[in-house]
C-alpha cells in the first residue's frame, strides 16, 4: 500500500510510495495525519512511523478543468474489467483472449479517441466486429460510454484501505467512497480496489 498524499486543504491528490510521504516529512513539505501503528522506519538519528495518510503544508493547484485522457488502465476501470458486448470479465477469459480497447465508430471511419467512443471489448468481440458499428456487427453495447467522473476516474484504480477511504470520503463525502464499494463488490473475480 502506498501513502495516500492530500492537499493542504485535505483534497486527496494521489496515493505516493511510503519513502517519498517520508521524504516530504522529513523536508517538512507535509505532517502526518495517519499511521501504520506496527510499522516504523529508522536511521541512525531518527525513528519516524509509517505514514498511511500525510497532508501537504503549501497548497498545490490542481486545475477543476482536467480531463484525463483515455488510459486503457482507465477505461478498463471505467467498464468494470467487462467486455461491453459479451459481458465476459476479464477473469473469465482464457488462452489467447484478452481486453482490448474497441472505437464504437472505428478511427477509420471518422471516429474519435474518446470516452464517449470507446469501449472495453475481449478480443473475440474486437475481432468479430473488426472495422463496423456494432450494430454492422450484429452486436449490442450492454451500456452507453460516457466520461467517468473525477472520483471514479483516480480512485478506482488505487488500492486504499480503510482509513485512507475516511480520508477521501470527508472530501468528497461518503457517497463517493460508497460508490467505489460497490463497483468493487459488484465487480467478480481479483480485482480489490477499497480494501475493507
Same mark, same amino acid.
Given at each position: ?36 501503528? &506496527? ?55 482464457? &488462452?489467447?483472449?484478452?481486453?482490448? !480497447? ?8 471518422? &471516429? ?46 488505487? !488500492? ?8 477521501? &470520503? !470527508? ?9 467505489? !464499494? ?15
Amino acid at each position: 500500500m502506498g501513502c495516500l498524499a492530500l492537499n493542504a486543504s485535505y483534497e486527496p491528490l494521489t496515493l505516493v510510495p511510503t519513502r517519498r510521504a517520508i521524504r516530504l516529512v522529513l523536508d517538512r513539505k507535509a505532517e502526518i495525519l495517519e499511521v501504520d501503528g &506496527g510499522r516504523r522506519f529508522h536511521s541512525e538519528r531518527a525513528s519516524v512511523p509509517c505514514p498511511t495518510v500525510i497532508r501537504l503544508v503549501r497548497y498545490v493547484h490542481v486545475p477543476r478543468r482536467y480531463r484525463r485522457q483515455v488510459t486503457n488502465t482507465f477505461l478498463f476501470a471505467r467498464d468494470d474489467y467487462a467486455c461491453q458486448y459479451c459481458g465476459r470479465h476479464r477473469s473469465r477469459l482464457r &488462452g489467447r483472449q484478452f481486453l482490448t !480497447r474497441d472505437h464504437i465508430l472505428p478511427r477509420s471511419r471518422g &471516429g474519435a479517441n474518446s470516452w464517449d467512443n470507446v469501449v472495453t471489448a475481449c478480443s473475440s468481440c474486437n475481432n468479430r466486429k473488426g472495422d463496423r458499428t456494432p450494430e454492422e456487427a450484429g452486436l449490442r453495447l450492454l451500456s452507453v460510454p460516457e466520461e467517468p467522473d473525477y472520483v471514479h476516474l483516480v480512485w478506482a484504480v488505487r !488500492r486504499v484501505t480503510p482509513i485512507q477511504a475516511r480520508w477521501i &470520503g !470527508r472530501f468528497y463525502g461518503d457517497d463517493a467512497v460508497a460508490l467505489l !464499494r460497490f463497483r468493487e463488490e459488484t465487480t467478480p473475480g481479483e480485482d480489490v480496489r477499497v480494501v475493507g
